[in-house]
């Protein structure tokens, strides 16, 4: 569906895994589908821990294989910052020899699948870290952004948005990639404010709770407002209450809530559950209230 010069585009995919993916093998890859009389535009995959610790690649193997492509990028699936600076190595070493080579970067959006960790992706933790990534991404003005997401229904590959987050994390690099490319942010609708409330859905006696309030940007949204947040018990104890200051909510720039301690009665009584509640007041005093929060799940200490 997606062509550069009326040239078929294929974004290629390997490891070590599937084969090894040697200059010679990809040269005769190349040159023979050309011999077929298929001329598509090819982006080559930098795979490997090397690329995902450092952003680096063999320069000696990379300059075997980059006269045999249209392009190069890394499959960001470690979400490791390091693997972000990817696009700038290549540019700094590459791009006068080449100068018609397109480079990408990926962002890795998340993994989705029902494991253990799947609760707590969407954490002021993790949508922190995502927006790291992205801006470290940048650096090597890239051509294209890889968006790496996979095994949403264990193995099953979907795209967002997942049962376990509703699209959060991409819904934020919606945002991001609009900015970099200068496209339009959403419409969204008028009056009713787009925002992600990030928070650890699992946590541990003792562990500190606090909360992220995230603006997503939007053309017809509320450009100002205010978020009350409320964690209590289901008994009605109230274990944090905060309000934001006047957010500007034509930006993506987070706000924090106070961090607390749980209670150490809580200890006595896990596992149990918080209720969060939010409520969004608008400049002259319209208020939107969220009561269908995910629940803050406190564990029981377990050793293995």
């Given at each position: 569906w997606l062509?550069?010069?009326?040239?078929?585009?294929?974004?290629?995919?390997?490891?070590?895994?599937h084969i090894d993916m040697t200059p010679a093998i990809w040269q005769s890859l190349a040159e023979g589908v050309k011999e077929l009389g298929f001329?598509?535009?090819?982006?080559?995959?930098?795979?490997?821990?090397?690329?995902?610790?450092?952003?680096?690649?063999?320069l000696e193997e990379a300059a075997q294989i980059i006269p045999y492509t249209d392009g190069v990028y890394h499959f960001g699936g470690s979400?490791?910052?390091?693997?972000?600076?990817?696009?700038?190595?290549?540019?700094?070493?590459?791009?006068?020899?080449?100068?018609?080579?397109?480079?990408?970067?990926?962002?890795?959006?998340g993994y989705y699948s029902n494991r253990t960790y799947n609760r707590n992706v969407i954490s002021h933790r993790h949508t922190g870290e995502l927006?790291?990534?992205?801006?470290?991404?940048?650096?090597?003005?890239p051509d294209f952004i890889h968006l790496t997401t996979w095994n949403d229904y264990n193995e099953a590959t979907t795209f967002c948005p997942s049962y376990s987050d509703i699209g959060a994390r991409l819904e934020i690099v919606k945002r991001m990639v609009?900015?970099?490319?200068?496209?339009?942010?959403p419409v969204g609708k008028a009056g009713v404010p787009e925002i992600v409330l990030s928070y650890?859905?699992?946590?541990?006696?003792?562990?500190?709770?606090?909360?992220?309030?995230?603006?997503?940007?939007?053309?017809k949204g509320p450009k100002q407002g205010k978020l009350s947040i409320t964690v209590e018990t289901y008994d009605g104890?109230?274990?944090?209450?905060d309000t934001s200051p006047t957010l500007d909510l034509t930006k993506l720039e987070p706000w924090y809530t106070t961090e607390v301690d749980l209670p150490p009665s809580l200890n006595e009584v896990a596992p149990m559950t918080l209720r969060v509640t939010a409520k969004f007041t608008g400049t002259n005093g319209e208020s939107i209230e969220y009561a269908n929060m995910p629940d803050i799940l406190i564990s029981e200490w377990i050793n293995y």
């Open positions: 062509k550069v010069d009326g040239r078929p585009f294929i974004l290629t995919y390997h490891n070590g895994a001329d598509p535009f090819i982006v080559y995959n930098f795979e490997g821990i090397q690329v995902a610790l450092t952003g680096t690649v063999d979400s490791l910052k390091e693997g972000a600076k990817f696009p700038a190595f290549i540019r700094e070493h590459f791009q006068d020899l080449h100068p018609e080579m397109i480079v990408g970067g990926a962002v890795h959006v927006r790291e990534n992205f801006e470290f991404l940048l650096s090597g003005n609009a900015d970099y490319f200068e496209q339009p942010q650890r859905k699992e946590i541990y006696p003792g562990e500190p709770l606090m909360l992220e309030v995230l603006p997503l940007v939007t053309q104890e109230v274990i944090l209450q």
